[in-house]
């Protein structure tokens, strides 16, 4: 590979066109996912509590179904306790 150098022009035209470029691309991704009107903060705001009440949805659930094996765990126990005392 050739070794060259820029002109400090040629840098910031370069850098110029990254940075509509990138601009460019972010528009595009907005438009694309519905995010490129005047509610889009109302939008992201919906969706970031949407993912909040899931993850606490799942962790409650989490907790019920732990909970619900210790006590059906703990029933049987009794239940075999109080059938081996009375089987003595």
Do not use: C, P, Y
Not at 8 to 14: E, K, M, P, Q
Request: no cysteine.
């Amino acid at each position: 590979m050739a070794d060259f150098e820029l002109s400090d022009g040629t840098r910031a035209l370069i850098r110029e066109i990254a940075a509509e470029a990138s601009k460019t691309a972010v528009q595009e991704s907005f438009r694309r996912l519905g995010l490129d009107d005047e509610n889009a903060g109302k939008d992201v705001e919906e969706l970031r509590d949407l993912l909040v009440n899931w993850r606490a949805a799942k962790t409650n659930l989490i907790h019920r179904l732990v909970n619900w094996f210790f006590t059906v765990a703990l029933a049987i126990a009794a239940a075999w306790v109080a059938v081996w005392q009375t089987g003595r």
